[in-house]
């Protein structure tokens, strides 16, 4: 079946803009993740979604960063106001449920601020 | 503090040499284990994971990975590595819940 898909696949922005990051989870997968990726670093996470419940935004670095997910499926990390040291690959993950299980992880979409 | 260290950032070796990438962890509860493998452009993929049982865990492409309690290691092995292997390599820790740590990765590099 289908994975985890990212749109775009890359992002040139200019400083100060807006951006909208999009993520379509495996269908059925009730947990997604966001996470950031930047150069020789590990995965910072960022935000969580489980069903219905409240996400789990602690990881979100300032208040720039947003996320959505509506219906339980589809996700959108909006970045406002964007800074050169937002330019990074962010990833999106989904899981079948909470817990100790794998994530399955969508290509990335790479942000470049200039 | 919970916390996911791979000690080697880069690590090369000739095609057909035996592989082990390092991974140490502290978690204070029962942890849950992952390797996964990025390779340039493309999203995470999971090579193996150990949740109990038998501490040899066997994965995909031929890796194998041993949980040592004693050593709160958690190291990935490959006998024979072939040229698309070369890639960045991921351990990762989670728990009961859904947070999960991820180590800052190594990048392997196989000569021909």
């Known amino acids: 079946g289908a994975g985890v898909s990212q749109s775009p696949s890359n992002k040139v922005t200019e400083k100060g803009k807006d951006v909208e990051l999009r993520c379509d989870p495996i269908?059925?997968?009730?947990?997604l993740y966001w996470y950031r990726q930047s150069l020789g670093q590990g995965l910072e996470f960022l935000i969580y979604?489980?069903?219905?419940?409240?996400?789990?935004k602690s990881g979100l670095p300032s208040d720039r960063f947003s996320a959505e997910r509506t219906g339980g499926s589809v996700s959108t990390l909006t970045i406002q106001r964007t800074q050169q040291e937002d330019s990074a690959v962010y990833l999106c993950?989904?899981?079948?449920?909470?817990?100790?299980?794998?994530?399955?992880f969508g290509p990335g979409t790479r942000l470049t601020v200039t | 503090a919970q916390s996911v260290t791979q000690p080697d950032i880069h690590i090369t070796v000739s095609e057909g040499a035996s592989l082990e990438l390092r991974c140490n962890y502290s978690?204070?509860?029962?942890?849950?284990l992952f390797w996964y493998v990025q390779s340039p452009g493309q999203g995470l993929q999971l090579l193996l994971k150990?949740?109990?049982?038998?501490?040899l865990v066997q994965g995909i492409k031929g890796f194998e990975a041993e949980f040592k309690r004693s050593q709160s290691s958690f190291n990935l092995r490959k006998p024979s590595v072939h040229w698309s292997d070369a890639a960045e390599y991921f351990c990762?820790?989670?728990?009961?819940?859904?947070?999960?740590?991820f180590g800052t990765g190594t990048r392997l590099k196989v000569l021909a």
């Open positions: 993950a989904s899981s079948p449920k909470t817990g100790p299980y794998e994530q399955y």
């Open positions: 269908s059925g997968h009730t947990a």
């Open positions: 979604f489980q069903g219905n419940s409240a996400p789990d």
């Open positions: 978690y204070g509860a029962t942890p849950y």
């Open positions: 150990y949740f109990s049982g038998d501490t």
């Open positions: 990762a820790v989670g728990g009961g819940t859904y947070k999960y740590i």
